[in-house]
Structures are given as C-alpha cells and as structure tokens.
C-alpha cells in the first residue's frame, strides 16, 4: 500500500536513464534501445556507478527476460562488470576477514554494519552491494585495542580516533585493492542521534551472519532505523542515492510483522519516527516497495513527537556524554585534544590552503567555528 500520496506524485527523475536503472532493479519491463546504441549503455552504467548500482544493475538485467534482446556486446560489457566486482570484492574479503578474525580472536565485542553487512544477508552475492569501506561499530573502551590489532596486521590509520566518533583504518592489499575499515564507537556523528541506542542494546539484539557463524550484525529493526538516519543525516551525500535506497527496499519487504512493529516502537521511542516515514515514503516512490496495511496505516498517522531539548540535540551534551564513557584520563585526554589542536596538515586540509604562512589565521577560523559549533546549544 501508499503512503504517499496519489500516483500522479509520484514521479522521480525526468531521465530515461534513472528510469530504465530503477525498472531493471525492480525486475519491471523496460524500453531498452536494443540496437547498438553504445553511448546509451555507457550513459546508463555511469548513472548506475554514481548511485551505487552498477554490479546490481548488471546482475538484475542478466536474469531478466530482456537480456537476449541484448546486442552481445552489451552483454559482454555487463558480463566483464559483474565479473570485475566478483573479483574485487574476493580481494577485499581476504585482508577484511584475517582482519575480522583477529578482532575476534581478541574477544572485541562489535557489530558489522551498513553495505557489509546487508551485502552478506539481504543481496544474492555480497559484491552486488556496491561499497567502499566496512564498518564496525565497538565500544569505546575498545578503541586503543582494535587500533593497535588493525595497525599490527599492517593497516595505517588516516586519521583521529576520537573526536569524529569513528576512524579509518586502510590497507592495500593484494592486486593493489584498497581496503578500508571504518570503526565507529557512535552510530552517528550527529548528537541528535549518536545516543539513541546503546552498544548492549544492538549487540543483545544482534543477529549473527549466516555465511561467517561468527561475525554479528544489527537486527533487522535496528539496520532499518540506522538506514534511515544514515540517507538525511550527511548533506553532503547524493541525495536519493538509489543504493541506500534500495537497501530500505529490501529491509521492509524481508522484515517479518513482528521485527516491523518493533521498528515502528523503537523509531516512536528514539524520536525519529518521522524521519523514518519520510525516508520509507521515498523508498517507496523509487521503488513501489510494499507495505502492509498496518504498517501503512501507522506511518500515515500523525507523527507529532516531543521536541528534544536544545542541550539534548547539542555538541555540548554529546562532548560531555563523550568525556563520561570513554575508560579512563587517556583516552578523555586525546579527545580534548584532537579538539583543541588538530595536527597542522588537518587544518590546512580542512581550509583548502597549502600556505602555512595562514596557520594563525586558519587556526583562529578553526576555534571560532568549533566554538560555535560544539560549545553552544546548536
């Protein structure tokens, strides 16, 4: 059923292109130019790449009964893509699971999270979920140990460890594929939403991947919520991108009943109820994704919340609650460094100058804009 609206509304991109994409992914008839229109093939992946979609493009389009309409090689071209990110994902499977396994082996409670972890549980091979990192989610007190586990198998950190609430371990591995690890000890860096849930919480309601036995991932309700957050929560994404998009999809039509009214529950309670409608209603729009009448019904009622209080949504209260869960003076003194002196490189790179003579001035810009934005109510 609809939750948003008459269909008239419910157009989403103007280009053929995006259209025939969402089609194939949808597995719905297409009006593809079946002659040797080489440009339009080319066009279409480029969209495809940019969203995410490529490989799953590809995969979609091969086991649709419009493939032997295509001219051989179109179909090559798509063969030699679903081939090249079988490979590649092969490739970053080996540095991620000796990686995996001696956090593990470390006895490192953690949680696998976003594109690695509904590539291995709601796609038909894990490569078809376009990605460029895999996210862990771990607890503070851990940070120090999985830093120094990751740069013992010959990662590199390329950045803080405390004050963005994640970082990025990288590693190049075999035929030069670049593995990243992302490791993250909030679920967002926004502290509107970086305390909705606690580590326990997640990890409680974990499920464990089928494939691995031993790596645990969100529960459905849980990598619903996050997913959701995750589209409005950075304007600086491409805004739609059909892969988080698709991947919303593909979380509401394999959730049961009961993992959806935990859904609906847990987003009333975390007061992102409404942001979690918005962000299905898109969904919906690309995707004609189903839902059911009870769920409909409940997204379509008013969604009024409680507003949180300033000190709640502000840097302030998350800087605190910060200082209150990391283990111990260390860790609590790095943070408020990495705050209050970042390395001279980060500054530079952060305005865009390579001058250092402007280190004073950028220095200033810095405090000033931190100021603002962590030491008042915003």
Same mark, same amino acid.
């Given at each position: 059923?609809?939750?948003?609206?008459?269909?008239?509304?419910?157009?989403?991109?103007?280009?053929?292109?995006?259209?025939?994409?969402?089609?194939?992914?949808?597995?719905?008839?297409?009006?593809?130019?079946?002659?040797?229109?080489?440009?339009?093939?080319?066009?279409?992946?480029? $969209?495809?790449? &940019?969203?995410?979609?490529?490989?799953?493009?590809?995969?979609?389009?091969?086991?649709?009964?419009?493939?032997?309409?295509?001219?051989?090689?179109?179909?090559?071209?798509?063969?030699?893509?679903?081939?090249?990110?079988?490979?590649?994902?092969?490739?970053?499977?080996?540095?991620?699971?000796?990686?995996?396994?001696?956090?593990?082996?470390?006895?490192?409670?953690?949680?696998?999270?976003?594109?690695?972890?509904?590539?291995?549980?709601? !796609?038909?091979?894990? !490569?078809?979920?376009?990605?460029?990192? $895999?996210?862990?989610?771990?607890?503070?007190?851990?940070?120090?140990?999985?830093?120094?586990?990751?740069?013992?198998?010959?990662?590199?950190?390329?950045?803080?460890? !405390?004050?963005?609430?994640?970082?990025?371990?990288?590693?190049?591995?075999?035929?030069?594929?670049?593995?990243?690890?992302?490791?993250?000890?909030?679920?967002?860096?926004?502290?509107?939403?970086?305390?909705?849930?606690?580590?326990?919480?997640?990890?409680?309601?974990?499920?464990?991947?089928?494939?691995?036995?031993?790596?645990?991932?969100?529960?459905?309700?849980?990598?619903? $919520?996050?997913?959701?957050?995750?589209?409005?929560?950075?304007?600086?994404?491409?805004?739609?991108?059909?892969?988080?998009?698709?991947?919303?999809?593909?979380?509401?039509?394999?959730?049961?009943?009961?993992?959806?009214?935990?859904?609906?529950?847990?987003?009333?309670?975390?007061?992102?109820?409404?942001?979690?409608?918005?962000? $299905?209603?898109?969904?919906?729009?690309?995707?004609?994704?189903?839902?059911?009448?009870?769920?409909?019904?409940?997204?379509?009622?008013?969604?009024?919340?409680?507003?949180?209080?300033?000190?709640?949504?502000?840097?302030?209260?998350?800087? &605190?609650?910060?200082?209150?869960?990391?283990?111990?003076?260390?860790?609590?003194?790095?943070?408020?460094?990495?705050?209050?002196?970042?390395?001279?490189?980060?500054?530079?790179?952060?305005?865009?100058?390579?001058?250092?003579?402007?280190?004073?001035?950028?220095?200033?810009?810095?405090?000033?804009?931190?100021?603002?934005?962590?030491?008042?109510?915003?």
């Amino acid at each position: 059923m609809d939750i948003c609206g008459p269909s008239e509304n419910r157009e989403i991109a103007e280009d053929v292109h995006m259209k025939e994409i969402i089609n194939v992914l949808c597995d719905r008839p297409i009006n593809w130019p079946y002659e040797n229109d080489d440009e339009y093939l080319e066009k279409t992946l480029k $969209i495809a790449q &940019i969203h995410g979609v490529a490989p799953l493009f590809c995969y979609h389009f091969r086991h649709s009964a419009d493939w032997k309409k295509l001219p051989s090689h179109h179909q090559d071209i798509c063969l030699k893509r679903l081939k090249l990110e079988a490979g590649l994902d092969a490739l970053r499977e080996v540095e991620e699971s000796t990686a995996l396994q001696a956090l593990i082996s470390a006895q490192i409670p953690m949680l696998l999270l976003k594109g690695a972890a509904l590539g291995r549980s709601h !796609y038909p091979e894990s !490569y078809l979920r376009s990605r460029s990192d $895999i996210d862990l989610l771990i607890l503070p007190k851990d940070i120090q140990s999985v830093s120094e586990i990751l740069s013992g198998l010959g990662l590199t950190c390329g950045g803080p460890l !405390y004050k963005n609430h994640q970082f990025t371990f990288t590693k190049i591995g075999l035929n030069d594929v670049t593995v990243n690890f992302d490791i993250h000890w909030r679920l967002t860096n926004l502290p509107e939403y970086a305390r909705i849930f606690e580590f326990e919480e997640l990890l409680k309601a974990s499920s464990t991947i089928e494939e691995s036995n031993t790596i645990t991932t969100l529960s459905e309700y849980h990598a619903l $919520i996050l997913a959701c957050i995750h589209l409005v929560s950075n304007p600086q994404h491409i805004q739609n991108r059909l892969i988080w998009l698709h991947d919303i999809h593909l979380l509401l039509t394999k959730m049961s009943s009961i993992n959806l009214q935990r859904f609906m529950a847990l987003a009333g309670e975390c007061g992102v109820l409404e942001i979690c409608r918005e962000v $299905i209603c898109t969904t919906q729009k690309h995707f004609n994704t189903e839902l059911s009448p009870e769920l409909t019904g409940q997204l379509s009622e008013d969604l009024s919340l409680p507003e949180k209080s300033r000190y709640r949504k502000s840097y302030l209260a998350l800087i &605190i609650d910060d200082l209150r869960i990391l283990p111990d003076m260390m860790s609590r003194s790095k943070l408020l460094k990495e705050l209050i002196l970042p390395p001279t490189d980060e500054v530079l790179t952060k305005y865009d100058c390579t001058n250092k003579a402007m280190l004073p001035f950028l220095y200033a810009r810095y405090y000033l804009q931190g100021a603002i934005r962590r030491f008042t109510l915003r």
